[in-house]
């Protein structure tokens, strides 16, 4: 039971344009949201996150929007730069101390020059 | 990013053999973690730890153990090694709410 889906596994953008990152989630409890940025042979690389009290959180190029209703959180890129081409992960857990995250599948970003 | 290293970074062994892969954290984070990472799954939790000596299993813990004798270490063990626990495997702490991952370790069971 996949409880966090990335249903695209990838997605192509041109430089300069807008990377818009999907992911929903099954589970009501999830209160906590993480994306992870990751580039071959190395470890994912935290970006930003969002607690289930906010629609919107937004640090210099990224942003990430949640739709609780929906289940649902994006991860904007604006502009794109060639140096986002990596694998994007949401992640999603319970804020109770030690958190347990459940990532999706991953996206394979490629931003084209 | 939290000062963590995994040891080895690359494990070929042999179905049957006993393996312990190490994490080792400079940041005195509270929470240590592992996950591994195969094709479609993204990344599932192993085992964490919560302190000195208090772990507790994840989503896919089965063929797994942990140990946390310090803070700074915390080690996996596959007490007999299967070809299904070929994966890449990365360690993570944290202090609070966001997780820092390590470099990552392949392990090969052939």
């Known amino acids: 039971d996949q409880q966090v889906k990335q249903n695209s596994p990838s997605l192509s953008v041109q430089e300069g344009r807008i990377s818009i990152l999907n992911c929903d989630y099954t589970?009501?409890?999830?209160?906590?949201f993480l994306w992870y940025k990751k580039y071959p042979a190395e470890g994912p690389t935290f970006l930003i996150s969002?607690?289930?009290?906010?629609d919107k959180n937004e640090d210099g190029r990224f942003t990430v929007f949640l739709n609780k209703s929906a289940k649902h959180l994006s991860l904007h890129i604006v502009p794109s730069q060639p140096g986002d081409s990596a694998v994007y992960f949401c992640a999603a857990a319970r804020n109770e101390g030690a958190q347990k995250l459940v990532f999706g599948q991953g996206t394979r970003l490629t931003i084209n020059p | 990013d939290a000062g963590i290293t995994q040891s080895p970074r690359h494990k070929v062994t042999e179905t049957g053999t006993p393996v312990t892969l190490r994490c080792h954290q400079t940041?005195?984070?509270?929470?240590m973690y592992w996950y591994r990472q195969d094709p479609g799954h993204g990344l599932r939790l192993i085992h964490y730890?919560?302190?000195?000596?208090?772990?507790d299993k994840g989503e896919v813990s089965d063929g797994y153990s942990v140990s946390r004798s310090k803070t700074e270490d915390f080690l996996l063990t596959l007490e007999s090694a299967t070809s299904s626990q070929t994966s890449v495997y990365f360690c993570a702490t944290s202090a609070t709410d966001t997780q820092y991952f390590g470099p990552g370790t392949r392990l090969t069971v052939l």
């Open positions: 940041e005195n984070h509270r929470y």
């Open positions: 969002i607690s289930s009290i906010k």
């Open positions: 589970n009501s409890m999830f209160d906590y």
């Open positions: 730890s919560y302190g000195v000596k208090d772990t």
